[in-house]
């Protein structure tokens, strides 16, 4: 004799259903031995496909649920981001800032191109100019010896070189008691040197003759002067 076993429940109604369909089989098919027949569930396939499209359960109660409540979701599309479009053309040259609006403030000002300030050449000193002498009458003082009188020179340089060394000549003519200008006996004596550039100097030497030549009643009287300097 067939036993049925019953079980409550959604799963009670798949097991109920199944037996009843297997204990059908049996009798169409005239067994009349002693038979089993299995009750329970059948063994799910050892190879299962899964299913590629949604899949909708609908359970006996005739209620149906969204696929969240079954544990199976159809598959999302994610949209894919949309970029942004690239510039179609070149951007122009970049526009001054607009001027300010009449009564407001004032233009925004450009910077100052800076101003080069011309460097004042450093003079080049003038070129030096050789030393330029001068002097003057010679000044004479008579001494205590006829044949002999002191001479005084005053000497100017006045060019732009100091006179570093020179000679001066002097010419002493001799003069009778009548006048005559017997003779002119020269004398050679050292410059006053240096003498700097723009400076001034004197010079004083006594000059003499020999005595024979100035007897009593002459003298002498040195008026020639020569300047050499260097």
Do not use: Q
Request: charged residues 15%; glycine residues 10%.
């Amino acid at each position: 004799m067939l036993r049925s076993t019953w079980t409550t429940g959604r799963r009670g109604a798949l097991v109920g259903a199944s037996a009843a369909v297997v204990c059908a089989t049996l009798t169409a098919c005239g067994n009349t031995g002693d038979g089993y027949v299995a009750v329970g569930p059948p063994r799910p396939s050892v190879t299962a496909v899964r299913p590629t499209g949604s899949v909708t359960l609908v359970p006996l109660d005739g209620t149906p649920k969204s696929p969240t409540a079954s544990g199976t979701s159809s598959p999302v599309t994610t949209p894919a981001p949309t970029s942004a479009p690239a510039p179609t053309s070149n951007p122009g040259p970049s526009s001054p800032p607009p001027a300010a609006k009449s009564g407001g403030g004032k233009a925004p000002s450009l910077p100052s191109t800076p101003t080069t300030v011309p460097t004042t050449a450093s003079r080049t000193p003038a070129p030096r100019t050789p030393a330029a002498l001068t002097w003057g009458a010679p000044a004479r003082k008579a001494t205590d010896k006829r044949w002999c009188e002191d001479v005084t020179l005053g000497f100017h340089n006045s060019g732009g070189t100091a006179v570093r060394s020179g000679t001066v000549t002097l010419g002493t003519h001799i003069i009778g008691a009548l006048g005559i200008d017997w003779a002119t006996i020269p004398a050679t004596e050292r410059l006053p040197a240096p003498i700097a550039a723009g400076a001034r100097e004197n010079g004083t030497w006594r000059v003499c003759v020999d005595a024979w030549r100035v007897p009593l009643g002459m003298h002498i009287e040195t008026r020639d002067v020569s300047v050499e300097w260097h």
